[in-house]
């Protein structure tokens, strides 16, 4: 049974780089047709697409977000990850990470981690 | 840039009673292929999103059959014929037909009279 389980700091500074790892069990990314993406939920908000990962390295990201945003893959790890850089506290949420199928939507969620940005 | 909106975004319902969401996109989501790419979600209090409806109209694996979507286009509705208490959470609808950017709608509130 695939599962996904992110991990990382809760709590980053104001300026500083956010860093996330999703780690993945039960599928191997390498091969597979599924995209590997990033969601995030500010507290009481809705869901923001943050970004997604081929395993070939292919990225693609939420514009509103792409200058600040690198989502990456390490397929010998069975892992792929998130930075945001220059976060201030809007960028405080859970965020998510999910398998998306082309067609079949994101049907395999982590049970996502909430990062909280303060000094 | 596409925008989804659902309504109603806070929905009261009495158990046994149907249920019904709207969710419209700024722009058709009617792919070249014939397909729309509109999924809906559940997240239940304190989970994470779970994938409901894929394809405007197709129940995940597991999703009971008193969930149904439909639509085409720009609008699309999910519906619960009989609402039980195990439905309550944040419904969103999320389009991909304009892959690789995905976009949520801004939520339902489902909660139980």
């Known amino acids: 049974q695939l599962q996904l389980q992110e991990s990382g700091p809760g709590l980053v500074k104001p300026s500083e780089t956010l860093s996330l790892t999703c780690t993945v069990s039960?599928?191997?990314?390498?091969?597979?047709?599924?995209?590997w993406g990033w969601i995030r939920q500010p507290p009481e908000k809705g869901l923001e697409w943050i970004g997604t990962?081929?395993?070939?390295?292919?990225?693609h990201y939420n514009p509103s977000l792409k200058s600040r945003v690198t989502v990456s893959v390490d397929t010998s790890r069975n892992q792929f990850s998130l930075q945001m850089t220059s976060v201030t506290a809007a960028d405080t949420a859970v965020y998510y990470c999910?398998?998306?199928?082309?067609?079949?939507?994101?049907?395999?969620w982590g049970q996502g981690t909430l990062v909280t940005v303060s000094s | 840039d596409i925008v989804m909106i659902q309504s109603p975004l806070s929905l009261p319902v009495t158990p046994g009673e149907p249920a019904s969401i709207s969710c419209r996109s700024s722009?058709?989501?009617?792919?070249?292929?014939?397909?729309?790419?509109l999924d809906w979600y559940l997240q239940k209090p304190g989970q994470s999103p779970q994938l409901l409806i894929y394809?405007?109209?197709n129940r995940a694996s597991g999703v009971p059959d008193r969930f149904s979507g439909s639509g085409s286009g720009t609008d699309f509705t999910l519906k619960i014929s009989r609402v039980e208490a195990e439905d309550v959470g944040l419904y969103y609808c999320?389009?991909?037909?304009?892959?690789?950017?995905?976009?949520f709608g801004q939520g339902t509130k489902l909660e139980i009279k």
């Open positions: 999320m389009q991909g037909t304009y892959w690789p950017l995905y976009t």
């Open positions: 990962v081929f395993y070939t390295g292919t990225t």
């Open positions: 394809l405007g109209s």
């Open positions: 999910a398998r998306l199928d082309y067609g079949n939507g994101a049907a395999s």
């Open positions: 722009q058709s989501l009617l792919h070249s292929n014939g397909y729309n790419y």
């Open positions: 039960g599928a191997s990314i390498s091969g597979s047709t599924s995209y």
